[in-house]
Each structure stands twice: as structure tokens, then as C-alpha cells.
């Protein structure tokens, strides 16, 4: 969705705000054990823990079976104590067995506790099972539980946060190959904000905050530009709040103008590329940041404004060599009014016959642009050879022919040109080999001037030139048809065909 809007003005820094107090969501504890009395004491002792500024929710078994219900539909439990000795000898000890590798869970903090530590060693269990702690029950006082719950959620906190930066990490990394192409760019915006909220421990783990909402919007001169969403603004096409909400962000961060439709605990991080802000990003539920934390958010975000600036410097120059290939193809052409229009024709039929054959969208637009060039080196021949309306001598003809090494010299000289040079050099090479001007044959033919080949004919045949009236679509199909395996690429002249009958050529 896009915005339109007159100016932006400079964002306020998200470190001149003060936190206020968050209620965050508490730590989910999970207690296995057969005894109701433990759980008793257990939630007793722990009843004003805090950790984080985040209490705890107790979730409780009195069984290993009861504890694997529970995990199968609690995906973010943080401490696990549990006991060993319960509807089995090692009843714990299989529940441990069943997170780790059934589970897969590898993010919980199990603590094992028992009243009968001789019926499992604590070396034995230390060392055979994935576990945190191990502690006989009578040594667990109120300030042992304490001590060995803050130092296991301590840990849990720090895991999460590790892989969620990796995760995040992935993502931007993943689409940084691809980074300067269009349809890539929202994929790496949306690896950035998923970046920046682990960056803080935000996110869908719950690790400090309820932050699981959040937005990255550009903006320039004419348009603000939403980027990436996650959390409720994930969908971005199918949320109905998304257009008041962005407008509010717009009013409030680039306007300066307050609006009652923001939620007050929505932060904003600016984009900015040295002292010019290119977007932000908004977060919400996310005042309690400290300063350290909207710090390294903000310098992850001006990665992301860089990027973006690089990006818009790639599509300019792509586009000013685009602009200077056409011009170049006018040029070209210039000389004959008759074939004016014939480098535009030729361009779409060139693209809609590659994408047929299986090419990109994109890869079949850069080969209808290069198509243009084609006949480039007509510039080097003469114009009574190049207007002459009737038919050229042996000896014109053998002048006209070298348009195609002309062209090839005009534009070998630059990789930009590479796919037209191959065009310029080669379309009139024949599928048998008795074409000009090195006599290739079959495949050894660039492919896309095997395309050229055929649609520069059709396109000759079906419009009047200098030296001939226009033929039927159905007759230039015809004589083209009798080429192919001799003169054309069958499988191109296949396509065409079926490109007139679907109606999409001419």
C-alpha cells in the first residue's frame, strides 16, 4: 500500500523517549513430579519471583504422561523441573529423552530433581542426558530454587535471543544475493525487521516483551512505501487496520502532527543514509527499550537504509542503459522511416517468445531489449545500398552483409551489450549452417538470436517495406514454417505459431 504525502520531514529519535513501565508476559515454568505436595512448595517458594522484570506462569504434571500433553501444545516453555522417580524408575529421565530428541526441543531448561539419588546417579544423568541442573530434593531451600531458576531462565533468555538473531540473520543473508533485483528487495526488508526485534529479544518467543507487531516503511518525496509487517501486520494486502494505522505513522513521524490512532507504546526507528531519513520502522508495545537496545536497532536500521539507497542507485543506472540502448536502437534505425516502428515490435515479439521457451520474465525483457540492436551496423553501410528499392547486386548484397560484423564490433566492446551483441552478430545465421557471417549451425547459434532470426522475418513479412507490400499473417507463417530445421530453430518456430494462434502475435 502507498501514501502519498508532500515532504519528510525529519523523525524524532526514538532515544528521546522514556520508558515507561510494560507489563511484560511471564516466564512459562513447567513442574513434572508425582507428589502435589512438591508443586505446593514449589509454587510457595517462588511466589514473588521475578526475573526481567517478568513473573512466572506454572504449568504442572503430576506425571511424565500429563507433562507430554502439556508440551505438545506449550511451544515457548522456559524451565522444566522435573522429577525422576514418578510412574517408572526413570520415568524423568524418559520425559528428558522424549524433549530433546523426540521434541526436538533443545531451547527448554530442564533441571532434574529427586528424592532418591541413588536410584540415578547424578554423574551418570549429567552426562547421558542434555540437562541444566541436577538436584536432590532436600537441597532445594527457597534461596537454592531461586538461585537455580534465575541462572536456567538467565540461560533460556540468552538461547532464544542467539537463535532468533540467527534466524534473522538467514533471512537478510539469504536475500542479499538477490538484493538489487525488484522482487527480492520485500524479502530482505522483511529478514530486516525480523532481525530487528530479535536484536532486542523481541518477538514471537516473548522474551522480554509483547512485541510481536511490527512495520518497515520508505519514503521519499512523493510516496511512503510499507516494506515489511510481522506479527497482525503480516498480511499486509488483507489487513483492514493497515491504511489508518500507516497514515496515523505518517501524520506523527514524517509530519510531526499527534494522532489518537497510534498506540502509545509504538516506538519509531529512522531510516536515515548520513542526515537523510529514508523511512523508519515502527514497533509496538516496545517503550520499555533502553537506550542500548534503540541504539543497536538503529544502526541495524541504517544498514537497511543503505541498502535501500544502493538499491535505488542500481535501478537508476539499469534504467539509464536501458534509455541509452533504446536511444542507441533509434539512432539505428533512424534512416529508414519504414522500419521505425519495426525495433519496438520486434522487442515484444522477441520477449513474448522467450518467456514462452521457459525464460524469467525478466530475462525475456532483456533479451526483447537487445533484440533492438539487431541491425546496429546498418549504420555502417551506405544508403543507396540500405534504400535501394529493388533487388541488390551480388556485389551490394555482399556490402550488406556486413552489417552483422559491423554490429558486433559496435557492441562487443561493453558486457551491458553482451546479449546484443550475440543478436547483432548472429541472427542471420541459418539452423543448417549456410548462414552468415562464421556459417554456425543447430545450437551453436546464441539462443537468443535464433529468436531474432524468426521474429525479424515474420515481422518483414507481415509489414511493407521499401521494396515490398505486406504480407498476410497467415502466409508469412507459411514461408516461415517451410524454414524451419533449415533456416530457423523449429522449436522457435513452433512457438511463434502458437503465439498467432493464441492471439497474443501480432
Known amino acids: 500500500m502507498k501514501i502519498i504525502h508532500k515532504s519528510a520531514q525529519k523523525i524524532q529519535d526514538a532515544e528521546d523517549t522514556t520508558p515507561p513501565e510494560v507489563k511484560l508476559p511471564p516466564w512459562k515454568v513447567l513442574i513434572v513430579d508425582d507428589e502435589p505436595d512438591v508443586h505446593a512448595i514449589t509454587r510457595l517458594n517462588l511466589k514473588n519471583f521475578q526475573f526481567a522484570n517478568k513473573s512466572l506462569r506454572f504449568l504442572e504434571a503430576l506425571s511424565a504422561r500429563e507433562a507430554k500433553q502439556i508440551l505438545s501444545h506449550e511451544i515457548d516453555i522456559a524451565v522444566a523441573l522435573i522429577d525422576v522417580v514418578m510412574e517408572t524408575d526413570d520415568a524423568g529421565l524418559r520425559l528428558v529423552d522424549y524433549i530433546r530428541n523426540e521434541l526436538g526441543n533443545s531451547m527448554i531448561r530442564i533441571v532434574v530433581r529427586t528424592g532418591q539419588p541413588g536410584a540415578a546417579p547424578e554423574r551418570q544423568v549429567v552426562d547421558s542426558y542434555d540437562i541444566d541442573d541436577y538436584k536432590d530434593k532436600t537441597e532445594l531451600t527457597v534461596q537454592k530454587l531461586y538461585t537455580t531458576l534465575r541462572s536456567t531462565l538467565k540461560s533460556y533468555r540468552d538461547l532464544t535471543t542467539i537463535n532468533a538473531n540467527r534466524r534473522g540473520l538467514e533471512?537478510?543473508?539469504?536475500?542479499?544475493?538477490?538484493?538489487?533485483?525488484?522482487?527480492?528487495?520485500?524479502?530482505?526488508?522483511?529478514?530486516?525487521?525480523?532481525?530487528?526485534?530479535?536484536?532486542?529479544?523481541?518477538?514471537?518467543?516473548?522474551?522480554?516483551?509483547?512485541?510481536s507487531s511490527g512495520?518497515?516503511?520508505?519514503?521519499?518525496?512523493?510516496?511512503?512505501?510499507?516494506?515489511?509487517?510481522?506479527?497482525?501486520?503480516?498480511?499486509?494486502?488483507?489487513?483492514?487496520?493497515l491504511k489508518e494505522i500507516i497514515?496515523?505513522?505518517?501524520?506523527?513521524?514524517?509530519?510531526?502532527?499527534?494522532?489518537?490512532?497510534?498506540?502509545p507504546s509504538m516506538v519509531h526507528i529512522p531510516l536515515r543514509v548520513h542526515d537523510h531519513t529514508m523511512?523508519?520502522?515502527?514497533?509496538?508495545?516496545?517503550?520499555h527499550l533502553s537506550h542500548?537496545?534503540?541504539?543497536?536497532?538503529?544502526?541495524?536500521?541504517?544498514?537497511?537504509?543503505?541498502?535501500?539507497?544502493?538499491?535505488?542507485?542500481?535501478v537508476d543506472l539499469k534504467e539509464a542503459n536501458r534509455q541509452a540502448l533504446y536511444m542507441l536502437a533509434v539512432a539505428a534505425e533512424y534512416k529508414d522511416k519504414d522500419t521505425g516502428d519495426h525495433i519496438n515490435r520486434l522487442a515484444r515479439y522477441t520477449a513474448l517468445v522467450a518467456e514462452a521457451m521457459g525464460m524469467s520474465k525478466q530475462e525475456a525483457e532483456n533479451y526483447g531489449l537487445a533484440s533492438m540492436l539487431h541491425d546496429i551496423g546498418k549504420v555502417g553501410i551506405a544508403d543507396a545500398i540500405l534504400k535501394k528499392p529493388g533487388k541488390l547486386t551480388d556485389e551490394e548484397f555482399a556490402i550488406m552483409k556486413t552489417h552483422a560484423e559491423i554490429g558486433a564490433e559496435i557492441l562487443g566492446k561493453s558486457k551491458w551489450f553482451a546479449v546484443a551483441y550475440h543478436i547483432a552478430y548472429c541472427h542471420h545465421e541459418r539452423w543448417d549452417g549456410t548462414g552468415y557471417p562464421r556459417g554456425l549451425k543447430g545450437e551453436e547459434i546464441p539462443i537468443a538470436a535464433r529468436i531474432v532470426s524468426v521474429v525479424d522475418v515474420f515481422d518483414a513479412l507481415t509489414n511493407k517495406r521499401c521494396y515490398k507490400e505486406p504480407w498476410t499473417v497467415a502466409d508469412a507463417l507459411v514461408e516461415i514454417e517451410k524454414g524451419a530445421g533449415t533456416h530457423f530453430d523449429p522449436k522457435?518456430?513452433?512457438?511463434?505459431?502458437?503465439?498467432?494462434?493464441?492471439?497474443?502475435?501480432?
Open 171 to 211: 533471512k537478510i543473508l539469504d536475500a542479499a544475493a538477490e538484493l538489487y533485483q525488484p522482487q527480492s528487495i520485500h524479502g530482505f526488508f522483511d529478514g530486516v525487521l525480523t532481525q530487528i526485534i530479535a536484536l532486542c529479544n523481541l518477538g514471537e518467543n516473548n522474551l522480554i516483551s509483547t512485541v
Open 215 to 241: 512495520l518497515l516503511i520508505t519514503a521519499s518525496e512523493e510516496r511512503i512505501a510499507v516494506q515489511a509487517g510481522t506479527g497482525r501486520f503480516a498480511q499486509l494486502t488483507e489487513n483492514p487496520q
Open 247 to 263: 497514515q496515523a505513522c505518517t501524520d506523527s513521524v514524517l509530519h510531526g502532527q499527534p494522532s489518537d490512532k497510534l498506540l
Open 279 to 287: 523511512g523508519f520502522v515502527c514497533l509496538e508495545n516496545a517503550l
Open 292 to 314: 542500548a537496545d534503540q541504539h543497536l536497532i538503529q544502526i541495524m536500521a541504517n544498514q537497511c537504509a543503505s541498502a535501500l539507497r544502493n538499491l535505488q542507485l542500481y
Open 492 to 506: 522457435v518456430v513452433h512457438l511463434l505459431l502458437q503465439l498467432c494462434e493464441q492471439g497474443i502475435i501480432p
